[in-house]
């Protein structure tokens, strides 16, 4: 029995080492926690993986020069790329899919730094081109003020980009 406790408390310390400790199976097991929302992204983290998952197949002036005239609002956009992604995996690539929680921190990067016309397109078209997916709708019916990393993004601008001017959501 003492033994059985002992092991346990070992095991415990080790998998609080791992993660205290910078190394990399910690930063690996934090990093999936954040993929799988379990953990938020800070802002600095989203801008990273806005950049570096959206420009795989083109480059960052697609999201960068983007606009209201241009369609729907990165919301969507996000969804419509996950539905991508998901199709060309079908295919044969493998890419990997892009989860709820990090489409829900890109798309806050790009509504900041591009620009957020979501007010613009009223809720039942958003929500029918959203088909369904429940995390980016939850992330519609959310006010700025609940949006941290897009709050974070609003002041500031992306070199290459043009912003909308507007003043929603
Ligand atoms: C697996 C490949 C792939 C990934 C990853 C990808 N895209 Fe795309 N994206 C495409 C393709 C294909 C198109 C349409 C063809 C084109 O215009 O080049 C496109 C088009 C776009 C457009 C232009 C849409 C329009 O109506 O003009 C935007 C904006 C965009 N992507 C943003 C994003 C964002 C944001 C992400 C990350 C969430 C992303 N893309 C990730 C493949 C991808």
């Keep these: 029995m003492k033994k059985i406790l002992l092991i346990a408390a070992l095991a415990i310390v080790t998998a609080i080492a791992v993660l205290l400790v910078p190394n990399p199976l910690g930063s690996k097991i934090i990093a999936e926690a954040k993929y799988q929302g379990y953990i ?8 990273t993986i806005a950049y570096s998952r959206c420009s795989t197949c083109h480059g960052p002036e697609k999201m960068l020069k983007y606009c209201a005239r241009c369609g729907p609002p990165f919301i969507v956009v996000s969804h419509s790329m996950k539905k991508y992604v998901e199709l060309t995996n079908q295919k044969g690539s493998n890419f990997r899919p892009f989860s709820d929680a990090e489409l829900v921190a890109i798309t806050q990067v790009w509504n900041g730094l591009v620009g957020n016309w979501e007010a613009g397109w009223g809720e039942k078209n958003i929500k029918k081109l959203l088909q369904g997916d429940a995390a980016l709708i939850r992330l519609f019916e959310t006010p700025l ?13 992306a ?3 043009h912003k909308e001017e507007s003043k929603n959501p």
């Design 40 to 47: 938020p992204y800070t802002t600095d983290e989203a801008l």
């Design 145 to 157: 003020e609940g949006r941290p990393i897009e709050l974070a993004m609003k002041n500031k601008s």
């Design 159 to 161: 070199p290459g980009a």
